[in-house]
């Protein structure tokens, strides 16, 4: 599977002058500063699209981190305690990109002015008892977790994505 885009809102005006110019036309009144005003409210919509979209409930979720804060990179966690992918589409970054990646890992590139943030989202898998868990964030928190860990522990959420929009 290729790298597949959920919602970003780094967008390109050249990608949708066209649409733009057809909607808003100079001869009304409309420059092009109006037009890619647009451009990112009508984008900042399809947030909202992609939320209702992803409204599917999981076993759990466990957002893994690689931020880039002021005072240099440092590993994260956080879990989306509704479980629900949908809850995943929310960022305090300045610019963010959703995607499922070509081995069906659901991610999040984020950048703010600090650096640049690079989040894996799994799945717990079925039957994981609490202490598990515990010992999961354990690893992460001391930066002790391998892939090995993620896989024994969570599973991808790509695939249940992939079958929202037929990929």
Known sequence: MKERTIWTNI???EDWKADLESEYPD???YDEEFRVDAMYEINDDYLDDERRNLNIKTNGIIALGDLGLWYGRRTGY???KSGNI???LYSDCDYVKWYVDRYKNFRMTGHHHDGTNYILYREWKDGITE???ENFLDKVFYGKLSKNDISRY???LGKKIAEV???
């Open 165 to 167: 929009y037929g990929w």
């Open 154 to 156: 969570t599973q991808s």
């Open 27 to 29: 001869e009304e009144g």
């Open 78 to 80: 956080k879990e989306i």
């Open 86 to 88: 949908a809850d995943c």
């Open 11 to 13: 967008l390109d005006y």
């Open 131 to 133: 202490e598990q868990k």
